[in-house]
């Protein structure tokens, strides 16, 4: 009978910099959260192509995942997702596919919006009350951006769009899709 060993997580090498103590800690955060909490529910949805609980979705909320890269000034911690590398094994690879929600939501406000209605916007964002999906993958090309052949048309004052995607996780539930 042999007895497995769990291994603690530990933080990639960042350096300075962009390594600081509390980078360190919201990474060792994040990836307890995605080992404990994450993946277990992943494991189970996954195979049945199930929605994400909305539970889950509020306990990140209120960890401030969502508002990773907004601005402080707008309910955001006001950094560059590249520099927090949260985990190996970050959350949107154990299941949580809305990553343009905490990835980019400072982009995905549209650009017609007035002023007060962007900042409006980016601070639901960052209270995980604006969630967004992404739709990258398409039958022919994976999810290689280089390869994907979707096109956005202006027509009639319309944006259609050709091709086809393979899907967009959390779509059912998602107040935008970013394609």
């Given at each position: 009978?042999?007895?497995?060993?769990?291994?603690?997580?530990?933080?990639?090498?960042?350096?300075?910099?962009?390594?600081?103590?509390?980078?360190?800690?919201?990474?060792?955060?994040?990836?307890?959260?995605?080992?404990?909490?994450?993946?277990?529910?992943?494991?189970?949805?996954?195979?049945?192509?199930?929605?994400?609980?909305?539970?889950?979705?509020?306990?990140?909320?209120?960890?401030?995942?969502?508002?990773?890269?907004?601005?402080?000034?707008h309910g955001g911690m006001g950094s560059a997702?590249?520099?927090?590398?949260?985990?190996?094994?970050?959350?949107?690879?154990?299941?949580?596919?809305?990553?343009?929600?905490?990835?980019?939501?400072?982009?995905?406000?549209?650009?017609?919006?007035?002023?007060?209605?962007?900042?409006?916007?980016?601070?639901?964002?960052?209270?995980?009350?604006?969630?967004?999906?992404?739709?990258?993958?398409?039958?022919?090309?994976?999810?290689?951006?280089?390869?994907?052949?979707?096109?956005?048309?202006?027509?009639?004052?319309y944006w259609l769009l050709s091709r086809t995607?393979?899907?967009?996780?959390?779509?059912?539930?998602?107040?935008?899709?970013?394609?």
């Amino acid at each position: 009978m042999s007895t497995k060993t769990r291994l603690e997580p530990q933080p990639s090498d960042l350096q300075p910099p962009w390594r600081t103590a509390a980078r360190v800690e919201l990474q060792l955060e994040a990836r307890t959260f995605a080992r404990d909490i994450v993946l277990p529910i992943a494991v189970e949805l996954d195979p049945q192509k199930g929605e994400m609980p909305r539970s889950l979705i509020d306990e990140m909320a209120a960890k401030g995942w969502f508002g990773i890269t907004i601005p402080a000034e707008h309910g955001g911690m006001g950094s560059a997702c590249s520099n927090t590398a949260l985990s190996r094994r970050n959350l949107p690879a154990l299941g949580f596919r809305s990553a343009a929600s905490w990835r980019g939501a400072r982009d995905s406000v549209p650009k017609r919006s007035t002023n007060a209605r962007r900042l409006e916007q980016l601070r639901r964002s960052a209270q995980g009350k604006w969630i967004g999906a992404i739709a990258l993958s398409e039958p022919t090309a994976g999810s290689d951006l280089a390869a994907v052949q979707t096109r956005a048309i202006r027509q009639d004052g319309y944006w259609l769009l050709s091709r086809t995607k393979r899907w967009a996780g959390f779509a059912l539930a998602a107040d935008f899709i970013e394609v």
